[in-house]
């Protein structure tokens, strides 16, 4: 079960929380007090966590610096970019290594512009998917067979996000699987595949932006 933590107390903060909660993943909505202080005498995340640090402009700076010394699969600011630009410019400034603010999204989650905080939300999950069918988390959970809900039906194959065009197919053979660093990837059409199969570290690389 992917496990994401979440820093903050906005209304986005939780709606992403409510959604993520949707999706069955272990979801922590941790407050910027208790995720300095830690949790249960732990961290609150590990290399298998996804943290989004929303605090909004209240602290974004010392939240980065202690999410990153836990090295979660997944580290992003929602802000702005150029607020992003500017938290990450602190940290430098401030001797916390280049290879560890590389790590951070600033912002997280697609780019949609300017929009609601329910559409924030969604953009940010929608991200987190995607990196996640992609393989493109190496400690997180990928997504797994489950059981259909027809019975005598067998299993019902995991989804996956074609990497090219970022379309949702099946993640079976009719799908053109396809090896690249050892992790599977699949295509909704030989197009698609082909474009890949020619340029692995572009789509990948777009991918992971």
């Known amino acids: 079960m992917p496990h994401l933590v979440i820093v903050g107390s906005s209304p986005m903060a939780r709606t992403l929380a409510q959604l993520a909660r949707a999706l069955d993943w272990s979801t922590d909505l941790v407050s910027p007090r208790d995720f300095t202080a830690g949790g249960a005498g732990k961290p609150w995340a590990d290399e298998r966590s996804m943290v989004i640090v929303a605090t909004q402009g209240h602290g974004d700076e010392d939240m980065i610096e202690r999410a990153v010394t836990m090295r979660p699969a997944y580290l992003g600011l929602v802000a702005s970019r150029r607020r992003g630009e500017a938290v990450l410019g602190y940290l430098a400034e401030r001797g916390v290594p280049k290879d560890q603010l590389d790590r951070v999204h600033a912002p997280a989650g697609l780019d949609l512009g300017k929009t609601t905080h329910e559409e924030m939300a969604v953009a940010i999950l929608a991200e987190l998917v995607q990196l996640r069918a992609s393989g493109a988390f190496a400690e997180v959970p990928a997504p797994r067979a489950e059981l259909d809900r027809e019975p005598g039906s067998g299993l019902k194959l995991a ?22 660093g050892g992790i599977t990837y699949y295509f909704c ?19 992971l932006r």
Do not use: I, R
């Open 159 to 180: 989804e996956a996000v074609d990497p090219v065009c970022g379309m949702t197919v099946m993640a079976n053979a009719s799908a053109m699987p396809l090896d690249h």
């Open 189 to 207: 059409c030989a197009g698609c595949h082909q474009k890949f199969n020619e340029h692995p570290d572009a789509y990948l690389k777009a991918v």
